[in-house]
T-cell receptor, first 113, second 111 residues
Framework: NAGVTQTPKFQVLKTGQSMTLQCAQD?????MYWYRQDPGMGLRLIYYSASEGTTDKGEVPNGYNVSRLNKREFSLRLESAAPSQTSVYFCASLGTGSRSEQFFGPGTRLTVL | SQQGEEDPQALSIQEGENATMNCSYK?????LQWYRQNSGRGLVHLIL?????REKHSGRLRVTLDTSKKSSSLLITASRAADTASYFC???????????FGKGTMLLVSP
């Protein structure tokens, strides 16, 4: 099992460009999450999807859109990137049954110039 | 806003010493979890304590939860250089649809 995978690992964008961050999990989890991590700020929830076909806003959704393509995949899109979106982005999925922890991907380091 | 707040922000100890990190949260929780993050990596789950539990052990980890004070602590005993990482607490709301993370404690264990 690969767990949670994210692509790309690194990306540099210019202000105003768009891009999509990809996330996939092979653990048959229902819920998936997108976070951003900034220095000194911990992780903040951007969007989450409790199940295929549903998405909900988290703490910091402005400037982002998401798509839950199927049970495995949950993508995050920046339509018009801004320097304030420079961050490390993590995708996670939620364990089922007795496993109530979240499983994290390796992250995407995004720089917006 | 960040619900969990860890204390201290940074901790530097010698190998073999114990490390204690504290976490506070603001609202009712279903459970509280601790995660570890090595530099440049994703978070890894360490331990979960449910709201009706007061203490839990896993190997060298001991977690306590005081719901009356809305606080938790993580103790790592006999620390090793390999324990050097950032540690985050995360509180799960009553429905557990999301986690709210604290800002983390950076632990440095020197050989």
């Amino acid at each position: 099992n690969a767990g949670v995978t994210q692509t790309p690992k690194f990306q540099v964008l210019k202000t105003g460009q768009s891009m999509t961050l990809q996330c996939a999990q092979d653990m048959n989890h229902n819920s998936m999450y997108w976070y951003r991590q900034d220095p000194g700020m911990g992780l903040r929830l951007i969007y989450y999807s409790a199940s295929e076909g549903t998405t909900d806003k988290g703490e910091v959704p402005n400037g982002y859109n998401v798509s839950r393509l199927n049970k495995r995949e949950f993508s995050l899109r920046l339509e018009s990137a801004a320097p304030s979106q420079t961050s490390v982005y993590f995708c996670a999925s939620l364990g089922t049954g007795s496993r109530s922890e979240q499983f994290f991907g390796p992250g995407t380091r995004l720089t917006v110039l | 806003s960040q619900q969990g707040e860890e204390d201290p922000q940074a901790l530097s100890i010698q190998e073999g010493e114990n490390a204690t990190m504290n976490c506070s949260y603001k609202t009712s929780i279903n459970n509280l979890q601790w995660y570890r993050q090595n530099s440049g990596r994703g978070l890894v789950h360490l331990i979960l304590i449910r709201s009706n539990e007061r203490e839990k052990h896993s190997g060298r980890l001991r977690v306590t939860l005081d719901t009356s004070k809305k606080s938790s602590s993580l103790l790592i005993t006999a620390s090793r250089a390999a324990d050097t990482a950032s540690y985050f607490c995360a509180s799960a709301n009553s429905g557990y649809s999301t986690l709210t993370f604290g800002k983390g404690t950076m632990l440095l264990v020197s050989p």
